[in-house]
């Protein structure tokens, strides 16, 4: 499960778990690496085992930019060889969740409950600091759907597999209390950058 997605904790190597409708475990750990270890099979077959976490190339054009209700980003989306970048002209706020597909994949359609394994980056739109990565670490994360805060479902599902999409969400649709733990206030539009690998039901 991602760091600060989760709806639950249950995860020891997770710094923390959150439950998005309400209720929140203020579990910490200053681990820095996830304990997935589990190969993910895309629809052609390949094993895909890291996130790649070289910088994208200077001077590569954005795949989306959102002008905010104030601020704005510039999202590019990550390749086979370099992660996602995120510009925040902060700070950026948003008055409805945001959804967008950088590059459509060939898979198949996730649905609302699958379990899905993905690369993925947040940052934090009032400062643009990157709160949580598993490109840092290199490596996927798999969880379901329905352990996630709503935004980051609302990215994935109904996305094909293979693709990669950017999510601009409000308070409610993430951490509507904040997250001391990942430098998250009450009221921060928080942005994700996601490489969706695989999908099962």
């Known amino acids: 499960m991602p760091r600060f997605v989760a709806l639950a904790a249950g995860v020891a ?4 778990a959150l439950a998005a ?4 475990d203020n579990t910490t750990s200053s681990s ?5 270890t589990d190969l993910f099979m895309p629809p052609g077959g390949e094993s895909v085992t890291a996130c790649p976490s070289t910088p994208p190339a200077e001077g590569v054009a954005a795949d989306w930019t959102l002008k905010g209700a104030t601020g704005s980003i510039a999202v590019t989306g990550s390749t086979d060889s370099a992660a ?12 409805q969740t945001e959804v967008h597909t950088l590059h459509a994949g060939e898979g198949r359609v996730v649905p609302d409950t ?11 739109g009032r400062d ?4 949580d990565s598993s490109y840092e670490r290199g490596q996927p994360v798999e ?8 935004g980051f479902q609302k990215a994935i599902a109904g996305q094909k597999v293979g693709s990669t999409v950017a999510v601009a969400m409000i ?3 993430g951490y509507p209390e904040g997250q001391p733990a990942a430098g998250i206030l009450p009221g921060d539009t928080l942005v994700f950058a996601i490489k969706i690998l695989n999908s099962t039901r």
């Not at 820095?32 to 997935?36: A, D, Q």
């Open 84 to 95: 996602p970048s995120v510009v925040v002209t902060g700070p950026f706020k948003v008055t």
């Open 171 to 173: 308070p409610a649709d």
């Open 143 to 150: 969880f379901g759907l329905d352990r996630v805060v709503p």
């Open 128 to 131: 643009g600091s990157v709160f």
């Open 21 to 24: 409708c309400g209720g929140s």
């Open 114 to 124: 699958a379990k899905v394994a993905v690369c993925y980056m947040g940052v934090n």
């Open 13 to 16: 190597s997770l710094a923390v």
């Open 32 to 36: 820095k690496t996830s304990s997935v």
